[in-house]
């Protein structure tokens, strides 16, 4: 069936480290690919989407490059902040009659 | 616009009894989800709607767990005779009927089960 892996964390850095989430999918067809953050006490966001292949999603400053050859949608960030301490879920959707299928999440902590 | 509204955003319930958590989509959305996340964890997967009907209920994770949606809004989660695991944050979200459309979450049910 369809899934999505992403890299288990924590992962911690410090500010200003350049950040890469890993995020790989499996389904047929042509699924659009999201990103989604969770601050801390807050409710889960949409962060950046990308709908066919070789769309760039960008949003905040985070970037991911939806690629089909690798079924592959890294999150990057070139210079992270505190602020960006949250947990992200990589997802996917493949038609309006299937359901959204998100990955386990990634944790981040960006310490000073 | 309005969001995603979930209610209670907390209940304290014991052991046994029932509860019933409330979701109202934003207005227009066909798409309608209910996942659960407990302490540091995931998103569980419970069910999702597509108007009125239930596609995929395969996340339900006993037969102590139901959902309706009527009128192709407001959607209710009714969780009977309530165990200690059940204890989570119960989270609505809901979507336009393309699939390149984000899903919008609600901030969630805190469910604590004494």
């Known amino acids: 069936g369809d899934s999505v892996t992403q890299m288990e964390g924590p992962v911690t850095l410090s500010e200003e480290a350049f950040l890469t989430i890993n995020c790989t999918y499996t389904?047929?067809?042509?699924?659009?690919l999201f990103w989604y953050v969770q601050y801390p006490g807050e409710g889960l966001q949409l962060l950046l989407k990308a709908t066919k292949a070789d769309d760039k999603g960008s949003n905040k400053g985070f970037e991911a490059t939806y690629r089909k050859e690798t079924t592959s949608f890294h999150l990057e960030k070139g210079s992270v902040q505190v602020s960006d301490s949250a947990v992200y879920f990589c997802?996917?959707?493949?038609?309006?009659?299937?359901?959204?299928?998100f990955g386990p999440g990634t944790s981040l902590s960006v310490i000073p | 616009g309005a969001g995603v509204s979930q209610s209670p955003s907390n209940k304290v319930t014991e052991k046994g009894k029932d509860v019933e958590l409330r979701c109202d989509p934003i207005?227009?959305?066909?798409?309608l989800y209910w996942y659960r996340q407990s302490l540091g964890q995931g998103l569980e997967f419970l069910i999702y709607f597509q108007g009125n009907s239930a596609p995929d209920k395969s996340g339900l994770p006993s037969d102590r767990f139901s959902a309706e949606r009527t009128g192709g809004s407001v959607s209710t989660l009714t969780i009977q005779r309530t165990q200690q695991e059940d204890s989570a944050v119960y989270l609505c979200a809901s979507s336009s009927s393309s699939y390149n459309s984000p899903l919008h979450f609600g901030n969630g049910t805190r469910l604590t089960v004494t």
């Open positions: 997802a996917l959707h493949k038609t309006s009659y299937d359901k959204v299928i």
């Open positions: 389904a047929t067809g042509y699924p659009s």
């Open positions: 207005s227009g959305h066909t798409a």
